[in-house]
């Protein structure tokens, strides 16, 4: 580049110019410069947050006046693992893992048949369906389900015209899962979350199914593979890594929760939930705080072993 | 396009999966059409299937209550505040990592997830202990701090996929041509990220109008429009009203999601053709 090209009224540079050429005057500036906001963002407020988080965990409070005491102190530790609590920590890995099975399970044909056949319009129609109800309100979804498992709702309508009433009543006097109605039973729990995270799983698995090339399948055909065969030694194992994705989200999402099981359940108390009543009406943040920690280690060690099925790499 | 970009190695999908594909579509949506229909219930006292009546008389009772429009104006303040943050840093730190290359990268990028990725009650309960610690007294902004802070990775992940498919010779042109680095990103950058970022902000905003488990905790005795239908789903006092309010959130987000996908969409397909 020769200086001749540059126009005479370039001569004296402006501001911009020499704030400009600044910038470019060192390796690494410009990208030092953009990552300075938000990474002050994230470092004082969320990980500063975070770290209040973990400080106040260990904090305990005044019996008699409500006040945190800041002490450094293991109690709300010993809490945790008090019969009532490790009860609902245990009870809440299992509804997760039981909803992100439940995802997957139903998930996967759709994802299948939105990767291999759908085409053209039908395929964006597809997308659309799935993608809507991801992004659209949590709040109006979760209020649909009130309507349809109330006792006098559309669920219990249906059945009873089509001569199922015994079914359901039958169904919601089962032990462990059942209830007054639907909306009142860890069942209506369970479909609820399952409804509400099936669009996070089903998007990561058709990206990782999408990806499979289609010689992959041809050449296992041609290999002599019958399609169930080539479905379970080169389909699932190749999607793997989007299964494993999309059960993160309903994984985390459901173990986080504290609104679903609160409309929509009986009395079974969530992590989620344990949460927010210690920090709101008992007025215990301490132990809010510590028993927050309960999902982030469940979900460290969910992320690990996601992490060995190349989760990441699916993202 | 015509089909033959892909070989036909798929035959027909059976019976049965399609039908488990289109029972999954109907299972996602049916819920949403019936609370259209639930909006026009005559009934005001219960749930029940099907409607005895139907009427339009629950829109006028609904237009007129003035709580549920302070929660509207507060849940758009916030939304719009929140977007304006996100868009500004995640537009910065897409900027910087999406073709750099750099000690802490990956460490940064999960850092921009994970407020998303962790349970909503993670962040809601360390912005809650935070704000508890440095007695900052709950306001507009401990709510708008915390949505701003989720809503970084959405404007993030739109403007860092755009940028890593515009061509680094037109910005090494653009600078060869004497534009310095402003005039580069205002003529050149921009209007290519542009529909990247509008799709971007407009998830954001959809996400942040919507949330209510961090803001729950970031509140106080502060009512966004999700909380005050929280309080709605657990003690029903006007139900009418309430399906009412779901059908205007319902079209009030449609129309960002919407928007952003068909943005999103075809700035891809002016790339991939």
Redesign the interface.
Known sequence: ?STA???AT?LAPSL??R???L??SRR?L???L??L???L??GI??????L??L??AFFSIDEFSGA?VRDISFGNFVAIFSPTNLDVALRSTAMSLSVTAACIA??F??A???A??A??TGKAL?Y??????L??????????????L?K???I??VLQAVGLQWLLDGVLSLPVVGGSSLSFSPLGTFIVFV?MW??FV?LPIQAAIERIP?SC??AS?DLGAHPAQTFRKVIVPLAMPGIAAGS?FSF??T?????IP??IGNSTLY??QV??RQ?GVAGN?PF??AF?LV??VV?GVYLWLAKRKGAFDAL | ?P?SR??R??P??SWL??T??WG??L???V??A??IL?AFSSEDK?????PPGLTTQWFAVTLGRTDVWAAVTLSVQVAALSTAIAI???T??A???AR?Q?FGRET?SL??I??L???????G??????Y???EIPFSFWTIV?GH??FC?VVVYNNAVARLRRISPSLLEASM?L?A????TFRYVLLPQLGSALLAGGL?AF??SF?E??VT??TAGQQTTL?IW??QE??RPRQRPV?NVV?VF??AL??IP??AA?WLTRSGEDGSAR
């Open positions: 580049m090209a540059v126009p370039r911009s110019d704030l400009s050429t910038i470019f690494g410009l990208p030092g953009l990552i906001p938000p990474l963002w994230f407020v969320y990980l500063g947050s975070l209040s988080l400080a106040n945190v139903i998930g044909p759709i299948y048949y939105m291999r056949h085409r053209g597809l659309v369906a799935v993608m809507l109800p992004w659209s309100s949590y709040l109006v979804r979760l209020y649909a389900w009130k309507l349809l109330a006098e709702g559309a219990s309508w409804y099936l669009p089903i289609a399948l041809e055909a993160i985390s999402l173990l986080g929760d504290y609104i609160q409309v992590i989620g949460v927010y920090q943040l809010a705080a927050s999902p982030i979900i | 396009m089909s892909r070989p190695s798929a027909g999908a999966l399609k488990a594909t999954g579509v299972f996602l949506h819920p949403l019936l609370i639930y219960s749930y029940v299937f099907p500004v840093l995640g910065l730190a900027g910087a990592l750099w750099f940064i850092l921009l994970l407020p990725a962790l349970p909503g009650v993670i962040t309960i360390a912005l809650r202990s935070a508890h610690t440095l701090v701003a802070t970084v060869d004497g310095n680095a402003f005039q998830l959809a996400l919507d209510v488990i729950t905790f999700p239908m929280v789903l657990i309430t779901a959130i319902i987000t449609f999601i919407v996908y």
